[in-house]
């Protein structure tokens, strides 16, 4: 009886691991099929390259929104942080080089001190970072008013550098995902990180420092959404306050439609790369499909929602009395 | 005995009580500011009457997403922005401009909000998806209706309607009259009904107040749908005031609802709220702009100071998140 149990936890442990990949695979291939379908023409380098090209930046800021949510965090100042990015990338680069590589050094700081403060003051994320948009919100106003700005060929030219065989952001994004992957499960910050948001006190009492722990994941956080501001100027070629604000609840959907949790502790390197790609394929569907871009935002949220209805549906045990 | 007790207290003591009154950090925020106003201002108290209107359309939106963070971790409302336009642009469609129409308009406001708030729960109870990833999915699809139905065009708001949003009694603009109104209803629903005690409880420990008989679910519907007609009258409002409905127009509210409620002294993990410190909070974040605009700073430090001051009061008020 007892090995039977046993057993059959096992087997359900091990169900939920292969789901936690299914799922998003499951997501991408629902948009990424119908494109191919509609557009076979799609199917070569250049195509691939401009399917997936905006998957970069947003990935990259999924990825920091990923590391604040692993630990049960939050920043919702994300967006925020990626439009300033650009406006430093493409205003105060090219003119004053070495107050711009201050600011980013700065960035990563603050956002080291926001961990810090968070854990000595036990304060909460998602009010902490409602203030700091706003801050960075108003230094991308003052270094860039309006859209606008000149982004050093350096960040232009690599991300637009021609590889071999595989389109650059195909390649980039799966290098991005194994480097995560490496990052989360095999190294021991990754089982920190992943411990701190399973249980938090099971870490602190083993002996490790959460203040450096929670310094070091937003710090993460910090670095993340550079490269991700870094990624969007190369693209978009502009530096532009604004450009970004959408980013925060997008690479918050993304790491659910990952397989990400607001619990903290749940997460998948893979995973969330999918989510990325797929919040950003969906545009490109709705536009093969002749639906007026109106519609995209919508779709957008159906897609996450209907993912997410599957999802419960097989995560759920029994009755469910009340949320 | 309590009187002499409170009569002994040495004015140290004294003061670390006012300090451990949460909502007290943003009311003398408002007088310090106040103050600054008057002395670089010549009419300091029209400035406070701006800030008041504008602060009214914060305290409103606040209201319903303090009841939806009172429910407890994770509970929060991310559809305000759009309800807010959709239900504005709805009532403006209704009431096309006529006055007659401005009783039917303000219902269709209201209906638009309560059905997104319905719609939430639902999405959150069925579904099964956590509050924040629920309303932000449907606060897209609102969206997307939004500009399906009212192609984003600016839709004017009737005559009386404008006029109405903008008068004046002793100075004080009456949007903030009725929005104090509301909140005393809102303090009263929360301190002396089932529902209030009900939705407080949940948010202390959602098992222990089902196991002691809260209609948990009932609850948190009402919850949600109250969220969503309070976006729905700051649409209205908001569209008649400032001239008309735009698809942008709530974009603002979405963490500034929060901050209004956190700054107020509501704790963000639940179960402890408070109305009176919305209110001072909402006036706050107004002054300062306003502080600011009449000293010449630029839109970019109007940013970065609100910022600062929203950190600054969350760091000295410091209450903890009590995790479990």
Redesign the interface.
């Known amino acids: 009886m007892e090995n039977k149990l046993g057993e059959k936890r096992m087997s359900l442990r091990r169900k939920g691991r292969a789901r936690d990949v299914l799922m998003p695979l499951m997501s991408i291939l629902i948009v990424f099929v119908p494109i191919l379908v509609l557009r076979p023409r799609v199917i070569n380098y250049t195509g691939f390259n401009l399917l997936f090209n905006m998957a970069i930046p947003v990935a990259l800021a999924t990825i920091a929104q990923m590391f604040a949510m692993t630990i049960s965090e939050?920043d919702?100042s994300i967006g925020n942080l990626v439009s300033l990015v650009t406006c430093i990338a493409g205003s105060l680069l090219p003119t004053r080089p070495l107050l711009g590589i201050l600011l980013l050094f700065g960035i990563i700081a603050v956002y080291m001190l926001v961990g810090a403060?968070l854990y000595l003051?036990?304060?909460?994320s998602?009010?902490?970072t409602?203030?700091?948009?706003?801050?960075?919100?108003?230094?991308?106003?003052?270094i860039q008013?309006h859209p606008g700005g000149n982004v050093p060929e350096f960040i232009v030219g690599a991300m637009n550098m021609r590889t071999p065989v595989v389109p650059m952001p195909i390649f980039f994004l799966l290098i991005l995902a194994i480097l995560l992957h490496v990052l989360l499960f095999k190294s021991s910050f990754g089982i920190l990180l992943r411990g701190m948001g399973g249980n938090?006190k099971a870490i602190e009492q083993s002996g490790h420092s959460m203040l450096k722990l929670q310094m070091a994941v937003f710090g993460m956080v910090g670095l993340f959404g550079i490269l991700s501001g870094f990624a969007l100027a190369g693209i978009t070629t502009s530096a532009d306050p604004n450009i970004a604000r959408n980013y925060t609840?997008i690479a918050?959907?993304s790491v659910?439609l990952g397989g990400g949790?607001?619990a903290g502790g749940t997460v998948s390197a893979v995973g969330v790369v999918l989510g990325a790609c797929t919040m950003t394929l969906v545009g490109t569907l709705l536009t093969f499909l002749r639906i007026?871009p109106?519609?995209?935002?919508?779709?957008?949220?159906?897609i996450?929602?209907a993912v997410?209805?599957i999802n419960?549906?097989l995560?759920?045990s029994g009755k469910?009395?009340?949320? | 005995m309590s009187d002499t007790a409170v009569n002994n207290r040495t004015p140290v003591e004294l003061l670390k009580n006012f300090i451990s009154i949460r909502w007290a950090w943003s009311y003398t925020g408002v007088v310090i500011v106040f103050l600054m106003v008057a002395m670089v201002s010549r009419n300091p108290f029209q400035t406070l009457a701006a800030s008041i209107s504008f602060a009214s359309f914060f305290v409103l939106v606040g209201l319903g997403q303090m009841l939806v963070i009172t429910n407890g971790p994770g509970n929060i409302d991310l559809s305000i922005p759009y309800t807010i336009a959709l239900a504005g642009s709805f009532a403006m469609k209704v009431m096309g401009g006529m006055d007659s129409g401005i009783f039917m308009g303000i219902l269709a406001g209201i209906a638009a909000g309560s059905a997104v708030g319905a719609f939430n729960f639902m999405l959150i109870r069925f579904a099964l998806i956590p509050p924040m990833i629920a309303t932000l999915a449907s606060s897209f699809i609102v969206r997307t209706l939004a500009i399906v139905f009212f192609r984003g065009m600016l839709i004017k708001p009737p005559r009386g309607l404008e006029v109405f949003v903008n008068v004046k009694i002793l100075q004080v603009p009456i949007l903030f009259l009725l929005v104090i109104l509301l909140s005393v209803a809102v303090h009263l629903l929360l301190s002396r009904t089932a529902y209030g005690r009900g939705i407080q409880a949940i948010g202390q420990n959602t098992k222990a107040a089902w196991l002691a008989g809260v209609k948990v679910n009932s609850r948190k519907l009402i919850t949600y749908t109250l969220s969503g007609v309070f976006a729905g009258i700051t649409g209205v409002l908001l569209a008649a005031f400032s001239g008309g409905a735009t698809l942008g127009m709530g974009d603002e509210y979405l963490l500034n609802s929060i901050a209004v409620v956190v700054l107020g002294g509501t704790s963000i993990a639940g179960g402890d709220s408070n109305v009176q410190g919305i209110i001072g909070a909402s006036v706050l974040l107004y002054l300062i702009v306003n502080f600011l605009n009449i000293i010449g700073f630029g839109a970019s430090l109007r940013y970065i100071v609100t910022g600062v001051v929203i950190v600054g009061i969350i760091l000295a008020a410091g209450h903890g998140k009590g995790r479990k």
Request: proline share 2%.
């Open positions: 939050i919702l403060v003051r036990n304060l909460q998602i009010v902490v409602i203030g700091m948009s706003f801050i960075w919100t108003g230094l991308a106003i003052m008013p938090r609840l918050v959907a659910v949790s607001f007026s109106d519609w995209q935002i919508g779709a957008q949220g159906i996450i929602l997410l209805f419960s549906q995560k759920k469910v009395r009340y949320v």
